[in-house]
């Protein structure tokens, strides 16, 4: 498969095609899923034989290019694809989690008519092409040919029920945040091509890396500029606001879509660029800064939250922020390492959160729901595995990952990185405070869904069910990873090998070294020692005993007889805090009153002041008026009597007569 | 057939067939469809001839016509020739025409064999200001484009079809005439010089840029002829702020009629600029890039913002070529080869894409009467492949990568960047406003409830309107998958005109 990395891509890519063709024929859904499930299955076959390939060849970057795809002057952009160790770590869960999220879709979407069945895995098949092309892409162009297609595909499948107006609004929402995120995107790839000549992966970033003093500057606009991009793609503070309104499509989407792929596309993208961000320090402040804050903000807002899938999406922008703050630490390893364990256990949580809702007939309020643990025990379990992971517990896949950004952030504030040490410790004091809120909302999710009463009405209760196979195996095999997804990336600190860092090690060739005697280099450097091992142990545990306290508020919470209890005496001591939260601190408010609004006012007065009215108006139509006006009136000139002429010939006559004389 | 007879072929062609037309007996209104079909099919293949003959690494004209004397006294000649920019347009006009031509086969029902003549005149007019390599039968040709589509406007046109069809032709005639007497400014000045009358396109590029500079606007030659022909070619684009006959023409338009003044005829303004203003006038358009490309990026932030409410289909999609246009003339005012090549990618992305919408505009138009954004709703669940149709040119109108808006945005853009990056930022939010337009007609039109109850009865897209659409989404992949086909012709040409 190596030597036509091509066919993995282009296996989904036939299998939109053939499901668009089903559709169109209103074929069965056996078909549909032969073709849809089968094309992505055929794929991650596909990578992993790739992926095999690769690893037992001693090239660390291979490029494929296969024909010019633009060449016009000084811009080239080959159709190539590139494959080296980020791509295989990308390569590797996307396929293998997109695989199994398609098998869930089978049972999940099996209500469907047959040609929206079919719609739905078309439009899977081709995210699926788009997110590989996206991460096999060997330059910044092509990239953002698969960066466009994911956010076109995300458009039409939170836009898949079209007749609900939320639905096909969110869908819009979605696209034009993303467009916003991409103008900055594609801003980048111009200011590259100027600078670099080139936008491939292979030769920009090595030119960058062997003279960094030199474009220090121009990589610092670049970085912020491509940076824009990722916060659309991974929905970070200011463009998140569209992916909570994502979730209005089916949960299957929410988990391919909008938690384990997609979203994690910006962090890709930084992790891809580390060169550039490493020589324009700048930027990668900001990254690590708005990846901060996005982290707390949101985990703030998921407290309030009583949908289901709007708590995990606000907790899926807040684990975006930890990735970010990681690459914006240097830490880029243990980004893409957060983002692989954040696939396996996010995308649980949601397909956990679909098979709830699924069994709550469409329900997604979690104020009613309560007890399933006893009616849906493999939805139960494995969803405990995925919230104790992303909540940071030893042994837990997201404990390691996440406490290697937060170790790495801490390192950052003590080794003085950049000379803004203290602003790394606020960074860091920001992740842990997320991260006790992060256990807080996750086990107030569990404890309000699973565990209690259910507090629906009988006919509902009536409904309840475990979920068919096809969507409790994707559940238990994402929940084993959810489990020891994290050993691949164990700390030195606890082995003594750094080679134990098996993800970390694997990463390495992707950190280009910069040309030497950089400051930035030896600043970055500094980042990579440790803060030492008394400390590395003691924010070990400071983060484990921070995840259980907030797991044990939100016992105190929300289990037991007195549940609910403490919770509402906070919202009736702090009503306006509340309400402040609950209603996500109004930013969709503002924005529509600060932008939409004036935008469409001012639309209207370009088309009806200066369009219908001083262009077309005064100026055109007022021409055309002025010349008739004055033919009305040069007309009277030519009245066709001779009289008239005759008294003109007159007057003339004597007019002469008396200027001559 | 030798092969310099193919251009005379190419472009007189069409007229041969309007006049064979002619001949036609009024009853017999198939008859005449399907002739007029069988020609713009021919008409399509000899230019395919065209381009399998083209020689790719000649920078000049080729497959010239023998240079035929027309009005010797004042060295005026038929005199045809094509370069890899002009090959790319004749090629789109001659693949529009049968488009338009299936299009029209239902909504035409009336005057079936002049509304037919008039297509095909339109034709040659076209193809021949393209090709013409001769600046007096240049204006010709121009003018000559004015006749059939005031009459198609004005005969086969909506309610305010003559007030439309008057617009059009007025406003477009105030700038000609300008043109006219630079051209024959230039040719004078010439004559000055060399005392041989000539209008050939090679001649009067000399006495152009022999021009005189001047201190200011008014005591410069090069900078007034420049503006005379400047203005013609700003109006016909059109360029903000002489854009409002557009909007009229377009919505009163037929169907065929809209695709044409999308396709093809608004190109003409940009080609103009491409291949008269910018050689001609070196040192003037050096004095006026400035304001054309202010120009170029308030047509394409203002003409999104004024897209964005519109509630007429075809008012919005009128609106958003104005948006359009200003790429490709910020892509030829950065003047850099990439920014060049992309505004010609561009006029010809144009005419796909708009082209295409118009025509699936004009589909269901035609079942519904109505052109109202609200009075639709929810239809893709009614009419799904139209829906997918539509929404396919939505996004190579938005400039998808993989489609082919994207390749000549891209272009355009990261060409100008080296130049005028302020430009840049500023025309790039173009592309978001771009999205929020045609999106929010999209979800408007086909998602959201569905409330209108008569739209229950809308037939999908029919195999006759496929078959219409068909040829310009094939380019529309095509393009944007593989543009080399398309960019590597006019490589040669775009450099040598550059060169300058």
């Known amino acids: 498969m190596l030597g036509s990395l091509w066919i993995i891509p282009l296996l989904p890519l036939i299998g939109f095609g053939l499901n668009l063709f089903l559709g169109w024929r209103k074929a ?52 190539a694809f590139q494959i080296d160790p980020l791509t295989v770590v990308m390569m590797a869960f996307v396929t293998f989690v997109g695989f199994l999220i398609h098998v869930y879709s089978i049972g999940y979407m099996h209500g469907e008519s047959d040609t929206a069945y079919a719609r739905f895995f078309a439009y899977m098949n081709l995210f699926m092409f788009s997110m590989l092309v996206l991460v096999l892409g060997s330059s910044l162009p092509l990239m953002f040919v698969g960066w466009e297609g994911v956010g076109l595909c995300s458009y039409l499948l939170i836009g898949f029920y079209f007749e609900d107006t939320y639905c096909a609004m969110s869908g819009k929402k979605a696209f034009i945040a993303n467009r916003i995120g991409d103008v900055g995107f594609v801003l980048g790839i111009f200011a590259t091509f100027a600078v670099f000549g080139s936008a491939d992966f292979t030769r920009f970033l090595p030119i960058a ?64 660029c580390n060169v550039i961000y490493r020589i324009g320090p700048a930027a990668l402040l900001v990254v690590a800064i708005v990846g901060g804050l996005t982290a707390i903000y949101a985990a703030s807002i998921a407290v309030a939250q009583n949908d289901i899938k709007k708590v995990l999406a606000y907790s899926t922008i807040s684990q975006l922020g930890y990735m970010f703050l990681g690459a914006g630490v240097g830490a880029f390893a243990a980004a893409i390492f957060h983002v692989v364990t954040h696939a396996f256990f996010k995308a649980l949580l949601f397909l956990g959160a679909g098979s709830v809702i699924h069994a709550c007939s469409g329900n997604q309020d979690m104020r009613t729901m309560g007890g399933l643990r006893k009616v849906m025990p493999t939805t139960y379990w494995t969803f405990l595995a995925a919230t104790l992971a992303i909540s940071g517990i030893f042994p837990f896949a997201g404990f390691f990952s996440k406490d290697e950004i937060l170790g790495r952030t801490f390192a950052a504030g003590a080794s003085n990185l950049h000379g803004f040490g203290w602003l790394y410790y606020i960074l860091w004091f920001l992740g842990i405070t997320a991260a006790f809120i992060t256990a807080f909302y996750m086990f107030r999710l569990v404890y309000m869904t699973f565990h209690g009463e259910f507090r629906g009405t009988e006919e509902e209760k009536h409904h309840l069910h475990e979920s068919p196979w096809t969507m409790t195996l994707p559940l238990q095999v994402l929940g084993v990873l959810s489990i020891i997804g994290g050993f691949i990336g164990i700390p030195k600190l606890m082995t003594g090998h750094a080679s134990w860092n098996l993800i970390e090690h694997f990463l390495d060739p992707v950190v280009i070294p910069l040309g030497t005697g950089h400051a930035a280099e030896i600043a970055a450097g500094v980042s990579e020692h440790s803060a030492g091992a008394g400390i590395e142990w003691l924010l070990l545990l400071v983060s484990l005993s921070i995840a259980v306290a907030g797991i044990l508020v939100a016992r105190s919470f929300y289990a037991g007889e007195h549940a609910f209890e403490k919770p509402a005496r906070f919202v009736e001591r702090y009503p306006l805090l509340y309400k402040l939260i609950l209603n996500k601190y109004y930013i969709d408010e503002v924005y529509d009153k600060v932008v939409i609004q004036p935008l469409y006012r001012f639309a209207r007065f370009c088309w009806k002041a200066i369009d219908t009215i001083i262009i077309d108006g005064v100026i055109v139509n007022g021409t055309a008026f002025m010349t008739e006006l004055t033919g009305d009136i040069l007309r009277f000139l030519q009245t066709g009597n001779v009289r008239n002429y005759a008294l003109s010939v007159a007057m003339g006559v004597l007019l002469l007569i008396v200027i001559l004389w | 057939m030798h092969i310099e007879h193919l251009l005379t072929f190419v472009t007189l062609g069409p007229a041969a067939g309007a006049l064979i037309l002619a001949f036609i007996p009024g009853r017999l209104e198939k008859v005449q469809r399907w002739a007029a079909l069988l020609i713009s099919l021919a008409e399509f293949a000899l230019s395919c001839l065209l381009w399998a003959n083209f020689n790719p690494d000649i920078a000049g004209f080729q497959l010239q016509t023998a240079k035929v004397p027309w009005i010797p006294q004042l060295g005026i000649s038929y005199h045809l020739g094509i370069d890899g920019i002009s090959l790319l347009l004749v090629m789109l006009t001659t693949l529009l025409m049968p488009v338009v031509i299936i299009a029209s086969w239902r909504s035409i029902s009336e005057h079936v064999k002049a509304f037919h003549i008039s297509l095909l005149m339109l034709t040659t007019a076209m193809l021949g200001a393209f090709v013409s390599l001769d600046v007096f039968l240049f204006y010709v040709f121009w003018e000559l484009m004015l006749i059939p589509m005031y009459f198609i406007i004005g005969v086969w046109g909506g309610p305010r079809r003559i007030y439309a069809a008057v617009k059009f032709f007025i406003y477009t005639m105030v700038g000609s005439v300008l043109m006219l007497v630079g051209i024959l400014y230039l040719a004078y000045s010439n004559h000055l010089q060399t005392h041989v009358w000539s209008f050939a396109y090679s001649d009067l590029l000399k006495a152009g840029r022999q021009l005189q500079m001047g201190h200011s606007f008014f005591t410069s030659p090069q900078m007034l002829v420049f503006a005379a022909f400047a203005l013609a070619f700003a109006i016909k684009v059109p360029m903000f702020p002489f854009h409002t006959w557009l909007p009229d023409a377009h919505t009163e338009a037929p169907t065929g009629g809209s695709i044409i003044l999308a396709g093809v005829l608004l190109k ?165 406003f771009g999205a929020i337009y045609m999106l929010w007609m999209v979800q408007r039109v086909f998602w959201n409830p569905f409330t209108h109850e008569e739209n229950k009865s809308l037939k999908d897209i029919n195999l006759r309107e496929v078959l219409a659409v068909a040829p310009l989404v094939i380019f529309i992949v095509w393009i944007g998958v593989h543009p080399t086909t398309f960019l590597s012709p006019m490589e040669a040409a775009v450099r040598s005109l550059l060169m300058h």
């Open chain 2, 268 to 432: 003409l303004g940009t080609y103009g600029f491409l291949r008269y203003n910018r050689p001609m006038f070196p040192d003037a358009w050096h004095a006026f890039v400035p304001l054309i490309l202010v120009l170029a990026v308030i047509g394409i932030l203002y003409g999104a913002w004024v897209a964005l409410v519109q509630p007429d289909m075809k008012k919005l999609v009128a609106y958003s070529s104005v948006s359009h246009l200003g790429f490709v003339m910020l892509g030829l005012a950065a003047g850099t080869i990439a920014s060049t090549e992309g505004a010609v990618l561009q006029m010809v992305n144009h005419g796909l894409s708009t082209g295409a919408l118009f025509l699936l505009v004009g589909v269901i138009y035609e079942r519904r009467h109505t052109r109202m954004i609200a009075d639709y709703g929810g239809i893709a669940r009614v009419v799904p492949v139209y829906t997918g149709l539509f929404l396919l040119v939505t996004l190579s109108s938005i400039g998808l990568p993989g489609l082919n808006g994207f390749v000549g945005e891209f272009l355009i853009l990261a060409g100008t960047w080296r130049r005028y990056p302020v430009a840049v930022i500023f025309a790039a939010l173009g592309l978001i």
């Open chain 1, 209 to 272: 890396a062997a003279h960094p003093q030199q474009y220090a500057g121009w990589a610092t606009a670049i970085g912020l500029l491509l940076f824009v991009g990722a916060t659309g793609k991974s929905a970070q503070i200011p463009l998140y606001v569209w992916l909570p309104d994502a979730m209005a499509g089916p949960t299957p989407v929410s988990a391919l879509i909008h938690a384990a792929t997609m979203v994690t596309a910006g962090v890709y993208m930084v992790v891809r």
């Open chain 1, 28 to 79: 069965r859904k056996s078909l549909v899923t032969i073709a849809g499930v089968g094309s992505v299955g055929l794929a991650t076959i596909a990578a992993y034989w790739a992926i095999i390939g690769y690893l037992e060849q001693p090239a660390r970057v291979i490029v494929e290019r296969y024909f010019t795809w633009i060449s016009a002057g000084k811009i080239t952009v080959d159709a």
